[in-house]
């Protein structure tokens, strides 16, 4: 079973219960495996207790970015004028690469009437696996400095995670899932079993909680939710019952 631990916003606690999931779970039933699928911010393996050895590691070429040929350059600056992220600027009369900006779209490469532009791979980061002092198998990755995470790395992510499962005939993986409702929380909903959203009891929270539940509608998984520091404001779990309408 692949349960995942996620919330609408940050902040919430779900990491904590994940880890704490994980580690009951490993202990009272068959086994767990845990991925981390935060990857811009990974601390599942630090809320296990660090980490006390390493099991696997391989880099990851995942990212494009483009690259301009000026030999073929006309600098006509259609590529300038079509890029959404700001990722080229006119640098001493021709157009230059921000790689930092640049997310691999191809919008420039298309309307370049000189085909100056291609893209090249780069480096996205690593992923790795350990074993944690708690003793659960954990997955996740780093990225490079100014990388974003992706629904593609989270695959990634999970895929190792299934495989330490296999290895180990675990049956269980607990995912700690992105904050938010982006491409990679979809990444870590797609095909999974049960999700677990972990709110707090305030309006944003809740606020988070019920958009990321409309999401998870659309896979038609299980879904349940944590409340976490429910003592902040006892009066408004009706509200969070009500509003979610979830056991």
Request: net charge negative; proline share 3%.
């Amino acid at each position: 079973m692949e349960i995942v631990v996620a919330s609408g916003k940050g902040g919430t606690g779900k990491t904590f219960l994940a880890s704490n999931l994980a580690i009951l779970i490993d202990e009272k039933l068959d086994g767990a495996v845990a991925a981390d699928a935060d990857v811009e911010a990974p601390d599942l393996i630090l809320a296990m207790g660090g980490e006390k050895r390493l099991l696997k590691s391989r880099e990851i070429w995942e990212s494009m970015k483009a690259s301009i040929d000026y030999k073929l350059c006309n600098r006509c600056l259609k590529c300038v004028s079509v890029c959404m992220f700001d990722a080229i600027r006119l640098v001493d009369g021709k157009p230059e690469i921000i790689e930092e900006f640049c997310e691999g779209c191809g919008a420039c490469a298309h309307v370049c009437p000189v085909n100056a532009i291609s893209f090249r791979k780069t480096r996205t980061g690593r992923i790795y696996s350990v074993e944690t002092m708690a003793g659960i198998k954990t997955t996740t990755g780093d990225l490079e400095i100014g990388g974003r995470n992706t629904g593609e790395l989270v695959y990634l992510v999970r895929e190792e995670a299934k495989e330490l499962a296999r290895k180990d005939h675990v049956k269980n993986i607990i995912i700690d899932s992105a904050p938010g409702i982006g491409c990679p929380v979809i990444s870590s909903l797609s095909g999974a079993d049960l999700l677990i959203i972990v709110v707090e009891p305030t309006p944003q929270s809740l606020t988070g909680a019920k958009r990321l539940l409309k999401v998870a509608e659309s896979f038609k998984m299980k879904v349940t939710y944590v409340v976490n520091k429910f003592d902040l404001n006892e009066e408004f779990l009706k509200t969070i019952d009500s509003e979610l309408g979830l056991e």
